[in-house]
C-alpha cells in the first residue's frame, strides 16, 4: 500500500482507543498544534471504552474542601459539608498499601504529583467536575456531610458525561475521530513505528504518523488470555464494561518488541449483579449494576459461609479486588445479606436500580430457603456473627469505626448485627473491569523493549500501560492515571 493509496491517512500523531486516556492525550497534542487522528473501534453509539461505564471517580491530592473549589460544580450541600484533606503522602501510601508495594516508584511519584495539576487542565479546557455525595458521603443526623476515603471528585453526569465533555473538547481542538475503527497491527520502517492499520467498513486503511499513542486498554474482553494469565476459572467472569477491549493492540505492541509491563496476573474486579437480566457490557446500567455497600452487611456463599472480611477497609480499598474472591467460590457466587435496619444505609443509584437481583424475607430461614442455601448453616453464620460483635462501640459509617464481629473470618468495622426483618440477599458474581498488565513504558509513556531501550514513534496510556497497579488499587486512581499518563504522551507525541 503506497502512500499516495486512497487507503493511506496521514496525521501528526495517530491515537488509537476514544476512552479517558486517549482523549487526553489527543487534547494534549492537539493544543501543541499537531494534526491528530483519534481511532475509535466502537461506533459512535459504542464509543468511549471503559470510561463511559465508570461512576467517573477520581483521585488527586488536595487540601480540602477549599481547595477544591477551583475545579468543582457549585452545590447547595457545600455550606454544611467537610471534606477531609488529602495529601499527596497519603496518595502514594495507599498506593503501596493495596498493591503490597508492587507499584513502580517512578510511575507512582508522577501520578501523585501532577494528578491535581492534570484534572484542573482538563477543566480548563472544559471538563466538568463535582464532589460525590452519592458515593463518598453519607449525610449525618445532623445534617451535614462528611466524605471519606481519600475519593472525592468525579465528573458530572458519571462515565457518560466524562464521555461526552471529551468528546465535545476534542472537536473543539480540531481532532478528527474516526469511529468504528478497528485498529489492528502497527506500520515500521525499520524499528520506528509509522502508523497503523485499521479496519474499517470491512476494509484497512493506515493511518501514518509520527507517533503512535496507544489507549486501547488490556485484555478483560478476552476469556482466552484471561484463562491463560489470569488463572483458572477467570473465564467465568463477567465483562462489566467494553466488550472491545481484548487484547489485539497488546498483541501488536507485543509484536513489534514492546516489553509487558506490570502485574499480568491480576485484575480490576468487583461485586457484580448476578441475576440482572442484562450484566454484561450493559451502557444503560453502566457502573450501576455494581454492588458496594458491602462494608455495611455481611457476604457468605453457596454453603452459607462468610470468607472475607467485608470491612476490612473502606470500599475504595477494597471493592477492586474483592470480585476476586467471589470467583473463587462455589459457582463463582456470592450473597450481600442487610436487614432493614441498614437497608436505608444502602447506595440508592446500585440497590434501587430498575431489575436489581434481590431476595426479600421474613426471616433468615426464609431467606436461605430463597436462596439455595441450608438453613441451618446460614442461621448458624448469621446468629455466630449477631453474637460476636462489639456492641459497646458506635456503629459510623463515615470513618473506620472499629466496631469488630470477632468471628472467623472478622469483621474489622462496621460490624451490625441481622437481626430486623425484613432480610435482603444481593446475588453478585466476578465483574472484571480492566487487568493490570501491560505495556513497560517511561514516565512518558514512550514504549520500550525488555532491554529498557525505546521503540521510536511508539507510546502507551491508560490501561495499556503496567506497572501501577498489582492485585487491588485504590478507587478513582485509574482516570487519574489516564489523565496524568495520557496528557504526558501526548505532550511528547
Not at 16 to 43: D, M, P, Q, S
Not at 476 to 493: D, E, K, P, Q
Amino acid at each position: 500500500m503506497s502512500d499516495s493509496s486512497p487507503d493511506t491517512v496521514h496525521a501528526d500523531v495517530v491515537v488509537v482507543g476514544g476512552g479517558n486516556a486517549g482523549f487526553t492525550a489527543a487534547h494534549a497534542a492537539a493544543t501543541r498544534g499537531r494534526k491528530v487522528i483519534l481511532l475509535e473501534r466502537g461506533t459512535a453509539v459504542m464509543a468511549g471504552g471503559n470510561s463511559f461505564y465508570t461512576a467517573g471517580a477520581t483521585r488527586i491530592p488536595h487540601g480540602g474542601l477549599d481547595d477544591l473549589r477551583d475545579l468543582i460544580d457549585d452545590d447547595e450541600r457545600l455550606a454544611v459539608t467537610t471534606v477531609p484533606p488529602y495529601s499527596a503522602e497519603e496518595y502514594a501510601a495507599d498506593l503501596a498499601k493495596v498493591t503490597e508495594g508492587r507499584n513502580d516508584p517512578e510511575l507512582t511519584r508522577v501520578l501523585v504529583g501532577e494528578s491535581g495539576d492534570a484534572i484542573r487542565w482538563l477543566h480548563s479546557l472544559g471538563l466538568r467536575y463535582r464532589l460525590m455525595y452519592e458515593r463518598q458521603a453519607y449525610r449525618r443526623d445532623d445534617g451535614t456531610y462528611l466524605f471519606w476515603g481519600g475519593l472525592h471528585v468525579g465528573n458530572v453526569d458519571g462515565g457518560q458525561g466524562l464521555v461526552a465533555d471529551h468528546t465535545r473538547v476534542a472537536g473543539g481542538l480540531g481532532v478528527e475521530v474516526r469511529y468504528g475503527a478497528h485498529a489492528t497491527e502497527l506500520v515500521r520502517e525499520g524499528d520506528r513505528v509509522t502508523g497503523v492499520v485499521a479496519s474499517i467498513d470491512g476494509r484497512p486503511v493506515t493511518f501514518r504518523a509520527e507517533s503512535v499513542v496507544l489507549a486501547a486498554g488490556g485484555f478483560e474482553a478476552d476469556p482466552v488470555w484471561r484463562e491463560e494469565f489470569l488463572g483458572a476459572g477467570w473465564g467465568n467472569a463477567v465483562v462489566r464494561g467494553t466488550p472491545y477491549n481484548d487484547g489485539t493492540m497488546l498483541r501488536a505492541a507485543l509484536a513489534v518488541g514492546a516489553a509487558r509491563g506490570g502485574d499480568w496476573s491480576t485484575a480490576h474486579s468487583v461485586q457484580w449483579d448476578a441475576e440482572a437480566a442484562d450484566n454484561e457490557s450493559n451502557r444503560e446500567m453502566t457502573n450501576r449494576l455494581t454492588r458496594q455497600s458491602y462494608p455495611l452487611g455481611i457476604i457468605v456463599n453457596r454453603e452459607g459461609h462468610r470468607f472475607l472480611d467485608e470491612g476490612a477497609d473502606f470500599r475504595n480499598y477494597t471493592y477492586a479486588k474483592y470480585g476476586r474472591f467471589i470467583l473463587q467460590q462455589p459457582g463463582s457466587i456470592g450473597y450481600q445479606i442487610f436487614d432493614a435496619t441498614l437497608r436505608p444505609l444502602l447506595r440508592e443509584e446500585e440497590y434501587d436500580m430498575p431489575g436489581v437481583g434481590v431476595h426479600v424475607a421474613d426471616s433468615i430461614a426464609e431467606l436461605a430457603d430463597s436462596l439455595g442455601i441450608d438453613r441451618a448453616e446460614l442461621e448458624a453464620t448469621v446468629s455466630e456473627f449477631n453474637a460476636s460483635i462489639d456492641r459497646s462501640t458506635p456503629f459510623d459509617p463515615t470513618v473506620k469505626d472499629g466496631r469488630r464481629a470477632s468471628v472467623t473470618p472478622p469483621k474489622s468495622n462496621w460490624a451490625m448485627p441481622l437481626e430486623s426483618a425484613p432480610f435482603f440477599a444481593y446475588p453478585v458474581t466476578c465483574g472484571i473491569t480492566f487487568t493490570f498488565g501491560g505495556l513497560k513504558s517511561d514516565v512518558d509513556g514512550r514504549v520500550l523493549r525488555a532491554d529498557g531501550t525505546r521503540i521510536p514513534g511508539l507510546l502507551v496510556c491508560g490501561e495499556m500501560l503496567g506497572g501501577l497497579f498489582s492485585g487491588n488499587y485504590p478507587g478513582g486512581s485509574g482516570l487519574a492515571a489516564g489523565i496524568v499518563f495520557g496528557r504526558r504522551a501526548g505532550m511528547v507525541a
